[in-house]
T-cell receptor
């Protein structure tokens, strides 16, 4: 049973426009959500996170939005740059636990 | 140099063979993990260890074993490899003091079982 779902396997966006990556979850006991970015031949790297007590967290061009009632979070990248082309994983942590549950990943391609 | 180092980076092995993937870290973290990545399935947790004397099964531990030789070393073994264990394997560490238990990954080990 996939508790964290990224329903879009791929997304293509023009350079300079906004990229929006989506993630849905099923368990209301998650208390932290994270986004990881993965380039080919490299391990995933941490990008941005948000606590379940917040609805928005911003870091430069990256903003994560959390809608707890809909059990949905999204990552916005503005403006999108060619170096943003990568696979993005959404992850969630259970309250009181120290493990992360990952989504399937979304491959983002930024076109010049 | 990478903070989390995996060896080998690539390996092809035959069905039924024993294979070990090794991981070492210089981040000084107590917590270490092994994940595998498969297309369409994301990253799934195989085993994790919160200190040298602690070993825990993850979502998909069947067919795997681990050894935590020291705080900095965590190895994953496939006792008798099978083709559906062909995947990209990641070792990772975490610092519980970070928000959300941020995990730091190695560069990955490609394993092909033929």
């Amino acid at each position: 049973d996939q508790q964290v779902k990224q329903n879009s396997p791929s997304l293509s966006v023009q350079e300079g426009r906004i990229s929006i990556l989506n993630c849905d979850y099923t368990n209301s006991m998650f208390d932290y959500f994270l986004w990881y970015k993965k380039y080919p031949a490299e391990g995933p790297t941490f990008l941005i996170s948000i606590s379940s007590i917040k609805d928005k967290n911003e870091d430069g061009r990256f903003t994560v939005f959390l809608n707890k009632s809909a059990k949905h979070l999204s990552l916005h990248i503005v403006p999108s740059q060619p170096g943003d082309s990568a696979v993005y994983f959404c992850a969630a942590k259970f309250q009181g636990a120290q493990k992360l549950v990952f989504g399937q990943g979304t491959r983002l391609t930024i076109n010049p | 140099d990478a903070d989390v180092t995996q060896t080998p980076r690539n390996r092809i092995t035959k069905t039924g063979k024993r294979i070990m993937l090794e991981c070492s870290q210089t981040k000084g973290h107590d917590r270490m993990y092994w994940y595998r990545q498969d297309p369409g399935l994301g990253l799934r947790l195989i085993y994790y260890s919160f200190d040298v004397k602690d070993i825990n099964k993850g979502e998909i531990s069947d067919g795997y074993s681990v050894s935590r030789q020291a705080q900095a070393k965590f190895s994953l073994s496939l006792e008798s490899a099978i083709p559906n264990q062909t995947a990209l394997y990641f070792c990772a560490t975490s610092d519980p003091g970070t928000a959300g238990n941020t995990i730091y990954f190695g560069e990955g080990s490609w394993l092909t079982v033929v």
